[in-house]
């Protein structure tokens, strides 16, 4: 069983910058951020191939430019940084894994594992 302990949201000012944080304890093969803002339907952010020294990323279009998914250390291997932060990132940030092979992307159904979340809230 995979389980994730996500870190590192909270308040932040429009313009700054945050560095999230994701524990892991469990083999994953594919791991992802997603995002869901009150009222609105979970999107994906990010996501990256965990079994490999490579470490293949993929974003969605909307996502690219100012989101970065890496790994990190053995104790929180997966990073989502945040540059130049909007209102309207403000949401609730989830990390999610997997351990089924095959394309690693953001669709939400090829996650097993989600973890709980981290507030980010953003003001202008």
């Known amino acids: 069983r995979v389980r994730l302990v996500e870190s590192g949201g909270g308040p932040v000012q429009a313009g700054g910058s945050l560095r999230l944080s994701c524990g892991v304890f469990?083999?994953?093969?594919?791991m992802g951020w997603f995002r869901q803002a009150p009222g609105k339907e979970r999107e994906g952010v990010a996501a990256?191939?965990?079994?490999?020294?490579?470490?293949?990323?993929y974003y969605p279009d909307s996502m690219k430019g100012r989101f970065t998914i890496s790994k990190g250390n053995r104790t929180n291997p997966l990073i989502l940084q945040i540059a130049s932060l909007q209102p309207e990132d403000t949401a609730m940030y989830y990390c999610?894994?997997?351990?089924?092979?095959?394309?690693?992307?953001?669709?939400?159904?090829?996650?097993?594992?989600w973890g709980q979340g981290t507030q980010v809230s953003v003001s202008s």
């Open positions: 990256i191939r965990t079994d490999t020294e490579s470490g293949r990323t």
């Open positions: 469990g083999y994953t093969y594919c």
């Open positions: 999610a894994a997997s351990i089924t092979g095959g394309a690693c992307d953001t669709r939400a159904s090829r996650f097993e594992y």
